[in-house]
């Protein structure tokens, strides 16, 4: 995606108002989610960046979730996805082994990384958005 379409698209209110993992849910109908790890890497930072930059002033705590940098709102994309495709990878023998990250590691590793700003419930929203359905329609590879 030519990086004028994409900052255009970043820079409009569909990211405005909205959790970061809904608002990510959005951009990821728009923009297929590449297979590359650096793309996928250079495409949550754009997010990132764009969702807290027309975030941070204004908005209510269960927008911005305690986030209080672009940097934050990346880790937390980033951990957004891991969840996303431990929750919903296929075929199941393609998982690690074990079972898929339950709700309270999720909390417990965030919190570890964030212990004052996000609140559980937050996470545990995200969580449960994550859980009852996946990011991107379809197997993730």
Not at 28 to 48: G, H, K, M, Y
Not at 75 to 103: E, K, Y
Request: include cysteine.
């Amino acid at each position: 995606m030519a990086p004028e379409v994409l900052d255009e698209y970043l820079g409009g209110s569909t990211i405005v108002g909205q959790p970061i993992d809904i608002a990510f849910r959005s951009f990821l109908e728009f923009v297929v989610l590449p297979r590359e790890a650096s793309l996928i890497d250079t495409l949550a930072n754009q997010f990132s960046r764009a969702w807290y930059e027309a975030n941070k002033d204004g908005q209510p705590p269960e927008v911005l979730m305690g986030l209080t940098s672009a940097e934050a709102a990346y880790v937390l994309i980033f951990s957004i996805l891991m969840l996303n495709t431990d929750l919903h990878r296929i075929p199941p023998q393609s998982r690690r082994p074990g079972p898929p990250v339950c709700m309270a590691d999720f909390v417990r590793i965030c919190h570890y990384r964030w212990p004052d700003l996000i609140a559980v419930e937050y996470l545990e929203a995200i969580y449960r958005r994550l859980e009852a359905k996946a990011l991107v329609e379809g197997p993730i590879d």
